[in-house]
Structure formats: C-alpha cells, structure tokens
C-alpha cells in the first residue's frame, strides 16, 4: 500500500513496542488499515503515534488527558499547549 508502512515496522522506528500501537489503534488513537493480515498507517499517524508516546512518556498523562489532547489539537502538535488544554478542562496531571 503507497504511503502506508506496516505496523511493527513503525512501532521499531519509534522504539516501541507493536503491542503499544495497537493499544492505540484499539482506543482510536490512531487509524490503520489491514491488508493481507497485516496493519498498516500512514505517515500523519506514525507522526500522531510518537506524539501520544511522548505524551505518555515525558508528561505521564492518562487515557483521559490524552483522548482530550488528542480531541483538541490539530497537527502540528504542540507540547507547550498541553498544560493549557489540561488547565482549562480542569484536568489534572
């Protein structure tokens, strides 16, 4: 599939783990397609998910705080706009 790469090939470029974006694409976190067995995404989802792993990893968020990160910005993401998006839903860290 053109411009899609699969699954696990993303998860090693991004030092993960597949089972972890699968757990994305099962809370809708990001989108893939199968085909022959095998998931693929595409480039602005392999960007979305080292996103959503950053936010995991360096801001500690919840399913919660990321699923309204995630509902409220628009690519390009922005850290910096984290706390504020967080503050004015009264949602803590």
Known sequence: MPGYEPIAAIAA?????EST???FHR???IQARERGGTLFASADQRYRAKYI???VQTKNLTDDQI???LETQRPPYS???V?????QHAISK
Not at 13 to 17: E, F, G, R, V, W
Not at 83 to 87: G, N, S
């Open 83 to 87: 706390d504020e998006i967080l503050k």
């Open 67 to 69: 699923q309204l990160v």
């Open 79 to 81: 850290l910096a706009a």
């Open 21 to 23: 974006l699968l757990e």
């Open 13 to 17: 470029s991004l030092s993960t783990d």
């Open 53 to 55: 792993l950053h936010l």
């Open 27 to 29: 809370k809708g976190w």
